[in-house]
């Protein structure tokens, strides 16, 4: 299966916020739309980095309620893994097991245009494997 397939079903939105909001924005933003990470975007529209609630657990930590008043570039991963619509779910997977994150951006043309979690990417691998089963099934009964 392809990312491409993943963007299909659960659609292409991606929430987005300025690297000079506030790390409250960011918080706000978080629990407004019900997901666990924003893609921080240029105003150009180029991906700066992102910014998951394991960055602002670290930023609370590091620096107490005062991070809240501080910039979002100050706190997010810059760093940013992504992927291609083309990618197979299995790399991704791979992807984020070993990086430690569960937020992929995916890229086309150098263009956001999707975001994949690991909730995503483990929902899509069951319904795979139930397909598969399904289908041994089928053939069994046939024969």
Request: hydrophobic content about 45%; charged content about 25%.
């Amino acid at each position: 299966m392809l990312v491409s397939h993943i963007l299909g079903a659960k659609g292409r939105n991606v929430i987005t916020i300025a690297p000079e909001k506030t790390l409250a924005d960011a918080v706000r933003a978080l629990h407004e739309h019900r997901i666990g990470a924003l893609v921080v975007r240029t105003p150009q529209g180029k991906v700066a980095g992102i910014l998951s609630e394991r960055d602002i657990v670290n930023a609370l930590s590091a620096d107490g309620a005062a991070a809240l008043n501080r910039a979002v570039k100050d706190y997010m991963t810059a760093d940013v893994a992504t992927c291609g619509e083309g990618d197979a779910v299995e790399e991704i997977m791979e992807t984020m097991t070993n990086g430690r994150f569960r937020h992929v951006p995916v890229i086309k043309d150098g263009a956001l245009v999707g975001i994949v979690s690991i909730g995503d990417v483990v929902k899509s691998r069951l319904e795979e494997t139930v397909g598969e089963a399904k289908a041994l099934k089928d053939y069994i009964g046939a024969a």
